[in-house]
């Protein structure tokens, strides 16, 4: 069962991974509501560089929990995936927790389009994430 969600897991953060490679090749679907905006203007603007590091991370993040369940990186002490895991579950949780202004579940910001998808989309899905990091780092082989 803890290999299946963390194959799942994984698939959820590779297809993220390959979203951000899409963006930072120019790609507009989505994007308007990725980042908060503080009316028209964005927040932050990443550019292609800072894109691609979100994508690698996504990607080794996936990695880590594939690992960790021993689907690949029989070679890598596995140390590395057990603390990555703990880490995931850590940080995805950060996540659904918010910067108590912008994003997560205590934003105070509402009623704009990013946070309608934070609340339905970004949240749960962080949430669910977390809760799989933790199976997977309580559980894993």
């Known amino acids: 069962m803890v290999r299946g969600v963390a194959m799942l897991a994984a698939a959820v953060l590779f297809s993220l991974a390959a979203l951000h490679v899409y963006w930072a090749g120019g790609g507009r ?6 980042i908060p905006k503080r009316g ?6 990443p550019g292609p ?23 690949w990186g029989s070679s890598i002490p596995h140390w590395i995936f057990v603390t990555g895991s703990w880490t995931l579950a ?15 579940l205590f934003k105070r910001v509402r009623g704009t389009p990013f ?3 934070d609340t339905w989309l970004y ?3 962080a949430g669910l ?7 997977v780092a309580i559980y894993g082989a």
């Open 129 to 135: 994430l977390a809760l799989a990091a933790l199976l």
């Open 29 to 34: 679907w989505g994007s308007d509501v990725a």
């Open 123 to 125: 949240e749960p899905l």
């Open 40 to 45: 028209a203007q964005p927040l932050f603007a």
């Open 49 to 71: 560089a800072a894109t691609l590091i979100v994508a690698a991370l996504l990607l080794a993040a996936a990695l880590v929990l594939l690992g960790r369940v021993g689907l």
């Open 90 to 104: 850590v940080v995805f949780a950060a996540r659904v927790v918010g910067d108590l202004r912008w994003v997560g």
């Open 115 to 117: 946070a309608w998808w």
